[in-house]
């Protein structure tokens, strides 16, 4: 079989003394070429009828020429499909350490309750009356939400965190116009969520960044001190991206109330608190909630996201359609047209339809099978087990806020204290072959070469001592200077990527090899 | 001519009333390979502290700001195809935009070289 390896890194080293094999495949691990090369244009698992003669509707848009898509039969495919699949890593292989991103077991209940007929085969336009169990499972999780965060209000529609802090803002844009108060900045501290300044921006505001302090949390007097009649709001992110809480929470809020702002939370750790902390307590006027993360959803490519947005009594009245509603022992849609009198100042409309429903299923199935003791105890193990892991390692491991007090649901280190020339990414590289999805790397950026550790509660101790195990070897290496770091991943299905080539000269579309030769 | 620097990291070339910005040798080498450049346009009227420019790496991606205030009269469009450039030659060739200045007072506050160079030294 010819290989088309236009761009693409070389395949992993054999293991010395072993032989070379015809195939290329070693034993279980099978290489797999893109379905480019495998497949041809004349090819198709199905056997159509030859399609008749039409008139086009399409005005002169009709495609002219073939799109040039290949074909494989159903074995084929099947075949395709699940060798790549195994060349991925996923929670229910091993632990998943991402920072900021919570990456905890996806409890089997969940999927059982949201397969359940009467949940997976509804339509969003179906009847309301023919929907009330659903529209029940809407309701009671935003009332667990609410009194989760000890908010009044929320919007269930937003489709994931970013979507939830676009709500948020948009519904301090509104409040604001509403009070004829057309203020332009918002302030977001260096260590807030990367995403945090970016919603800003897309919702048209100015955003002005508050510094850390060393201990790695708000600068409270810089904040104070910007605050003033342009500011619209600060986006903060509790507990923060290194890994800690702001104590100062509440002075925050109230500075920011005081100096006529509101105050969006981004609650995307939350479980490192819930249960513990109610946001509504610290002044808070919106946060979302990832139900992919704190609330056991699947995600990062294992399913798609969820942030509903609890809102303050001061932006309730703003939040986005539709609301469900129980009136006596029936579910309502409240929508544009059934809005009227209420939600009069909503400012319209995230989604087309309610939101990620197979999410909420899940979601609730979690919170209504751990309770309200259960909830509490995800948060107290999640910070637990990553104060586990910050002490087990930073004898080894530079922890830049390791003085700051205990961190809360991750980790932070740097690579400070490794050879010259050893960095994060070799570290990250190395713990590849060694069978773990790295960390969170070069995130938060005011620590240099940061390390976002998050093992979440769902890790067994034996499970962490693994982990703590491969990561001392690995930095050891990185001390050391072991060069053949730099060549890691070793074992993987492919070698390291050049990521600056893939930036600079990305190659978006599959070509013909004769083609990809002539190009180079 | 003389050259300033920002502790932000730029670098700009004053000769009378016209500038020339970039980013500093030091810069480059925390952001790593660049990948990505946006310069100015000509026209553009840049105030100081303002952001001017965008530059990424595969680390991350940061906001040139202007060391002072002014119009834009050239950026350089050789960063679009090359972005390596600045990290190749980050204080000569890589240079990001041309200006004009408005104020000649805004420079006072810069470094100079010796002064930029205890500064990085003190991070």
């Given amino acids: 079989m010819s290989m088309n390896n236009q761009g693409r890194p070389t395949q992993p080293d054999m293991a010395e003394g072993t032989v070379k094999t015809f195939t290329g495949n070693r034993a279980l691990m099978l290489e797999e070429p893109l379905i480019f090369e495998i497949g ?36 084929e495919t099947v075949r395709h499909y699940t060798r790549l699949s195994r060349m991925n890593y996923a929670i229910d292989l091993g632990l998943f350490p991402l920072g900021s991103c919570t990456m905890k077991h996806n409890p089997r209940l969940n999927e059982r309750v949201a397969r359940m007929k009467g949940f997976a085969d509804i339509h969003p336009l179906q009847p309301v009356d023919s929907v009330q169990g659903a529209l029940e499972v809407i309701h009671d999780l935003g009332e667990w939400l609410c009194k989760l965060t000890g908010m009044p209000a929320v919007a269930m529609s937003p489709k994931a965190g970013a979507h939830g802090e676009l709500c948020g803002i948009l519904a301090i844009r509104s409040a604001l116009e509403a009070r004829g108060d057309a203020r332009e900045v918002i302030l977001v501290p260096e260590s807030a969520h990367g995403t945090n300044p970016a919603t800003a921006a897309f919702a048209g505001y100015r955003v002005e960044d508050i510094p850390a302090t060393p201990e790695g949390r708000v600068d409270l007097a810089a904040l104070e001190e910007r605050l003033g009649s342009d500011v619209a709001g600060v986006m903060i992110t509790n507990p923060n991206t290194c890994g800690l809480f702001e104590p100062d929470m509440k002075r925050i809020s109230d500075a920011v109330h005081a100096a006529g702002g509101l105050v969006y939370c981004d609650g995307a750790n939350f479980n490192a608190i819930v249960g513990r902390v109610r946001p509504g307590d610290l002044g808070i006027d919106a946060m979302h909630i990832n139900l992919h993360k704190t609330f056991s959803t699947p995600h990062g490519g294992g399913g798609p996201g969820s942030g509903p947005v609890v809102f303050s009594e001061a932006l309730a009245p703003y939040a986005p359609l539709p609301f469900v509603e129980k009136q006596g022992d029936h579910y309502v849609l409240i929508e544009e047209e059934t809005a009227e009198d209420h939600h009069a100042s909503s400012f319209g409309r995230m989604v087309a339809f309610h939101g990620q429903m197979g999410m909420f299923t899940r979601a609730l199935a979690y919170m209504m099978s751990h309770g309200a003791d259960g909830l509490k105890q995800v948060a107290e193990d999640a910070v637990l087990n990553a104060n586990y892991l910050l002490r087990s390692l930073e004898d080894v491991l530079d922890a830049p806020f390791g003085a700051s007090g205990p961190c809360m649901h991750e980790a932070l280190f740097s690579d400070k204290g490794f050879a010259e020339g050893f960095t994060t990414l070799d570290l990250a590289k190395a713990l590849i072959d060694e069978g773990y999805h790295p960390m969170t790397m070069y995130f938060p950026l005011v620590v240099h070469g940061a390390m976002l550790v998050e093992p979440t509660e769902t890790e067994s101790k034996d499970a962490l001592d693994q982990f703590i195990g491969a990561l001392r070897s690995v930095v050891e290496r990185a001390k050391a200077g072991d060069e053949t770091m730099h060549g890691a991943p070793v074992h993987a299905p492919r070698r390291r990527l050049d990521e600056t080539a893939a930036a600079r000269k990305p190659i978006l579309v599959w070509q013909e090899p004769e083609q990809a030769e002539a190009a180079e | ?102 104020d000649a007072d805004e420079l006072e506050g810069l470094m100079d070289a010796k002064a930029y160079k205890a500064f990085v030294d003190s991070l």
């Fill in chain 2, 1 to 102: 001519m003389a050259r300033y620097f920002t502790e932000e990291h730029e670098w700009i070339d004053v000769d009378g009333d016209h500038a020339t910005i970039g980013i500093t040798d030091y810069a480059q080498e925390q952001l790593g390979d660049i990948v990505f450049v946006e310069v100015p346009e000509s026209g553009a009227m840049l105030e100081k502290g303002g952001e001017a420019a965008v530059v990424e790496s595969v680390k991350a991606a940061s906001d040139v700001y202007a060391p002072v205030s002014g119009e834009v009269t050239e950026g350089n469009d050789a960063l679009v195809d090359e972005p390596a450039l600045v990290n190749s030659s980050p204080e000569e060739e890589g240079w990001f935009f041309r200006m004009t200045l408005s």
């Fill in chain 1, 40 to 75: 041809a244009a004349e090819e198709t698992g199905v056997d159509f009828e030859d399609v008749p003669e039409t008139e086009s509707r399409l005005g002169g848009l009709e495609r002219n020429q073939p799109i040039g898509l290949v074909g494989l039969s159903e074995p």
